[in-house]
Every structure is written in C-alpha cells, then in structure tokens.
C-alpha cells in the first residue's frame, strides 16, 4: 500500500500541490482528473520521489520512500512518465528487457516475462523492431510494457504510476492498455493512472480524484466525481452523466 499524506509542492514561489491525501491500496485503480496546469504530473512526481516536497509524506508499505534502497524500491514501484526518451537503437526485447535490471530471475524466467508483457499490450509482433523506427503510440506501449515486466514477479506488493499512459493511442489501444493495467490491478496491484479521457477513468478506475488549480477538489467513486455539477466547476464543461447501457458506470456527454 503506498500512502500520500498532506503533500505540498512549491515551484518558483509558488504553491503548484497543496494538501493532498491519498491511498492506492492492492487490487484497485485511482484515477488522477484535472484540466491542464491542475497539478496532475506534479502529484506523480511527488509520489515517485522525482520531485521534492514543501511539506507532507509518502509511504510505501508503512516505509518512508526515501527509506528504500533503489533496487528494492525498483521492485515494488514503477513509474511511468507522460514522455519517456531513450536515443539508443535497441530493440522492443531490449527495452522491454531493461526492466528486469532489478531482478535476478535468470535468463529464462525473464524472457517469459517479457513475453508476457508485450502480448498484454498488444506488442508482441513489435520485439524484434528497432525502437527509434516505432511510431508514438508504438512506444508507448513498449515502456507500459517495460514498467508491467519491472514488477512482474516480485516479492509484496506493486505499485504503478502512469502518467497519460493512453494519450497517443488510437481507440483500441487505450483499451487495451487500460485493460492491460486493470488485470494488474486484479492481481493485487496497486494504481495511480493520470487521464484526460473521462468515459476510459468511469470505465476503468475504482476511485477518482479531481485537482484544481493544484488542490483536491473532489474524491470518490466514479459516480460521485462525474457529475454534471463537478465537471462544470473544474472543466467549464456542460455534459450529460447517465448510466453506460452494458456496464452501468457512468457515461459522460458533452452538451
């Protein structure tokens, strides 16, 4: 479980994240929501140990993050960010393959995970590529992939923070990369996953928490946070909220 208490995060004088508490607990997905500028980055920054804090605490399983070692840290959190750049012309299995530098499960058990990673976001006829000729949303499944191989397989409980894991991703992939991060979720993970997209964070979250201007504005279930009240304080936006016709989770609608 890993514990956020009263963060606070001062750039350039100014307070960009005050007073945020929050819980990513085994099992369940915390969906991150926020125009642009309401400190959505600045939060997982926070919460990785990137970025240093003004005030407040962050614990993972009851330990000071600044506690761990970083190998034994890389074993229990990973982090993806909104953009990550590597220059070098590995292949996708390398990559893929950087990931398991915490481990030592040996070379047969690594390749299995790898395996595993890539077809779980949908890659795995991506292995052999040079990484410099994939597409953007190419890459960013193979570093959702990386950091899905990263925790595979160790001991506890895994954390993973994402940052806008679906922003270059056509329609079928940011379902697949939710999905891919759900089935993580359900066994036994624990979640922070900023988005823009409203209808992927009610489909695919279990917990919502809406920033404004870098505070916490509203946190709850899916249903409580996408309302038509609340979206209109925060986003400016009119929408209609009903109940998606299958699933039942809420379905947003702009007027």
Partial sequence: MMIAENLCVHR?????LMNV????????????LGPNGAGKSTLLGAMSGELKTAKGRVSLDNRALAEWSGRERARRLA???QSSTLSFAFNVHEVIAMGRLP????RERDAEI???????VDSLHLQDRNYLTLSGGERQRVHLARVLAQLA???????LLLDEPTSMLDPL???????AVREFADRGGAVLVILHDLNLAARYCDHLLLLENGRPYLSGSPQVVLAPEPLKSVFGLDVLVQPHPERGHPLVIAR
């Fill in 12 to 16: 350039d004088g100014k307070d960009v």
């Fill in 21 to 32: 508490d929050l819980t990513l607990a085994p099992g369940e997905i915390l969906g991150v």
């Fill in 79 to 81: 982090v993806l960010p």
């Fill in 103 to 106: 481990h030592d499960t040996g």
């Fill in 114 to 120: 790898i395996r595993a990673s890539l077809e779980a």
């Fill in 153 to 159: 397989g160790g001991e506890g409980a895994q954390t």
């Fill in 173 to 179: 992939h940011q379902h697949t990369t939710l999905q």
